[in-house]
Structure formats: C-alpha cells, structure tokens
T-cell receptor
Framework: QKEVEQNSGPLSVPEGAIASLNCTYS??????FFWYRQYSGKSPELIMF????GDKEDGRFTAQLNKASQYVSLLIRDSQPSDSATYLC???????????FGPGTSLSVIP | DAGVTQSPTHLIKTRGQQVTLRCSPK?????VSWYQQALGQGPQFIFQ???????QRGNFPDRFSGHQFPNYSSELNVNALLLGDSALYLC???????????FGPGTRLTVL
C-alpha cells in the first residue's frame, strides 16, 4: 500500500460544475494535510491545508478531512478552465518527520 | 517579500558528472526540503535541513547530499549522475519543520 494515494485521473468536469478530488493515506497518526495545484511545467502551489476533522472553506475551495477513515478531499465549486491542472495531496507524517506527496490527479475543466 | 528561489533553472549534464543545485528559502523561513519530481509523478522527498543539519532523509542513495548555510539557504549535490536522475528538482521552505511548505520554481536537470 502506498503512503498517499489519489483517485486516478484524468478527471474532466464541465465549466461551472463541482470537481471532487480524493486522497487516502496509510499513516493513521498523520498530523497535517495539504493540497497543492501544479500547472504543467510549473512548481506546486499551495492551495489549502487542514489539520482538524471536518470542512475548511476558502473561496471556491473546500477541504474535507476524516481522520478515522484516513481520507481527505478537495472540492472545487464553480470550476473554471483556469483550474485545469494536476492536484497534489500531501501528508505530514507522524512525528512531523516529513511530507509525503501523492501521485496527483489531473483535472480538466471543459468550457 | 521574496519567495523561494532556485538556481539554475535548467541544467544539462552527462552521465558520471556531478551537479550542485541551490535554493534560497522564503523570507522568515528556516527549514528547507528537497524533492525530485519525475514526469507524471508526485514529488519524492529527498531530505530536509533545519538548523544546518539533515533532519530527515527519503529513500535516495548517498550520491545525493546536501548542505544548509547559516543564512538558511541550501545546496543539493548529486554525484556520479545517472540517466535516471533526470527530473525536476524542487526546493520547498517552511517555518519550522511542521508548517506548510512553499515551493521554488524548480531546476530541470537533464542527464545525457
């Protein structure tokens, strides 16, 4: 089992729809969870981070964390073509030793 | 407020050579982590530096080494380059080891 897994893409949604990106992790004691957006040929850009169970909203983005299920998700409301990118889930492992990234999910928002 | 900077942007080397990549962290940050990202994959953790010491290391051979300077900038050195070392090398900085990380633009290394 990989340490951080993400739903396989590519994911295509029409403009204006809700995009749902999912991530699971294996280390039950993981402390912090991050979502990064990476455009082709660019470096990852931090979108959101979440530490506590529940939802965290920032503009069109909502991160959801369920530590019991070892699951974290990112919802993008009113998706725009500019949201087309690869979304990386990252997890800070127990004892704050290192951040592990998932393989990423490619999102395409169709005008 | 300057973000994370990396140099050089691109680099072409041949097998067996050695390379040094450089990173300056975001202002106010004291921790630097290095990642290798192959095409189509997520970043793979190489190592992390805090207080001028290597604090954590991923599954990379000893050919990969690093250093952190008193001003928190950092270097990544790779010896005896292999074709498989071709990748985007990312530097990320944070305040302390457990806060959110911010990435630099990366260095694209090509080994021929």
């Amino acid at each position: 089992q990989k340490e951080v897994e993400q739903n396989s893409g590519p994911l295509s949604v029409p403009e204006g729809a809700i995009a749902s990106l999912n991530c699971t992790y294996s280390d039950r004691g993981s402390q912090s969870f991050f979502w990064y957006r990476q455009y082709s040929g660019k470096s990852p850009e931090l979108i959101m981070f979440i530490y506590s169970n529940g939802d965290k909203e920032d503009g069109r983005f909502t991160a959801q964390l369920n530590k019991a299920s070892q699951y974290v998700s990112l919802l993008i409301r009113d998706s725009q073509p500019s949201d087309s990118a690869t979304y990386l889930c990252a997890v800070l492992k127990t004892s704050y030793d290192k951040v592990i990234f998932g393989p990423g999910t490619s999102l395409s928002v169709i005008p | 407020d300057a973000g994370v900077t990396q140099s050089p942007t691109h680099l072409i080397k041949t097998r067996g050579q050695q390379v040094t990549l450089r990173c300056s962290p975001k202002s106010g940050h004291d921790t630097v982590s290095w990642y290798q990202q192959a095409l189509g994959q997520g970043p793979q953790f190489i190592f992390q530096y805090y207080e001028e010491e290597e604090r954590q290391r991923g599954n990379f051979p000893d050919r990969f080494s690093g250093h952190q300077f008193p001003n928190y900038s950092s270097e990544l050195n790779v010896n005896a380059l292999l074709l498989g070392d071709s990748a985007l090398y990312l530097c990320a900085s944070s305040l302390l080891v457990y806060n959110e990380q911010f990435f630099g633009p990366g260095t694209r290394l090509t080994v021929l």
